[in-house]
């Protein structure tokens, strides 16, 4: 079963440009949640897509949004860079489930420089 | 706000000696606790995930505890490949399939 997936590994971008990351989920995941990681603030919820929907969000300013199509794949973006915003960004996908704790599974991360 | 606390930051073993890492934990109503490990420039990789007081998981050298405020990660006679760090996370009743992670336990094995 092909893990997640994330395009693209690398990027580098200036302060004031915008940036798309994408994220495809384990097949038959519905959840995609979004992590940020940086070595003095480690790993940090942005926001879970469930079906669509946002259903739950970290403490992110604005310029930090996400969608989640049909297929469950999704994009994060981030708008107006900050030399602050350069770090590791992580997909974890899962089934989606309330119940029992539920395992998410990382994918190999997007590294972001901003210059 | 779920919190989670881990010791020691870093650690450096020499190869066979056993040690263990701690993971301590606040949440509102524990739906599970996770070990991931992640090497440099990768994404976290599972390794186990306890849902209650008293429960043992195992893998290898590797086994995890779990009692009402911390969680053990115990390395039986390491070898250097164990080197990596060690994230301890916990999922709460009130954040969905959110977690919130501990800043790691940088692990060094020495041969």
């Known amino acids: 079963k092909a893990g997640v997936t994330q395009t693209p590994r690398y990027l580098i971008k200036t302060r004031g440009q915008q940036v798309t990351l994408s994220c495809s989920p384990i097949?038959?995941?519905?959840?995609v949640s979004w992590y940020q990681q940086t070595p003095g603030q480690g790993l940090q919820f942005l926001f879970e897509y469930f079906s669509e929907t946002q259903r739950n969000k970290g403490n992110f300013p604005g310029r930090f949004s996400g969608r989640q199509f049909s297929n469950s794949r999704s994009e994060m973006n981030v708008s107006t860079l900050e030399l602050g915003d350069s770090a590791l960004y992580l997909c974890?996908?899962?089934?989606?489930?309330?119940?029992?704790?539920?395992?998410?599974?990382f994918g190999p991360g997007t590294r972001l420089l901003v210059l | 706000e779920d919190q989670v606390t881990q010791s020691p930051e870093a650690l450096r073993l020499q190869e066979g000696e056993s040690s263990s890492l701690n993971c301590s934990y606040t949440?509102?109503?524990?739906?599970?606790l996770f070990w991931y490990r992640q090497d440099p420039g990768k994404g976290p990789e599972f390794l186990f995930t306890l849902y209650s007081a008293g429960e043992e998981k195992e893998k290898e050298r590797l086994k995890a505890t779990l009692t009402k405020k911390e969680s053990f990660l115990h390395i039986t006679a390491p070898k250097p490949e164990d080197s990596a760090t060690y994230l301890c996370a916990v999922q709460g009743r009130s954040g969905y399939s959110t977690l919130t992670f501990g800043k790691g336990t940088m692990l060094l094995v020495s041969p």
């Open positions: 949440v509102s109503g524990l739906r599970g």
């Open positions: 974890a996908s899962s089934w989606g489930d309330r119940g029992k704790g539920e395992t998410q599974y």
């Open positions: 097949s038959g995941h519905r959840s």
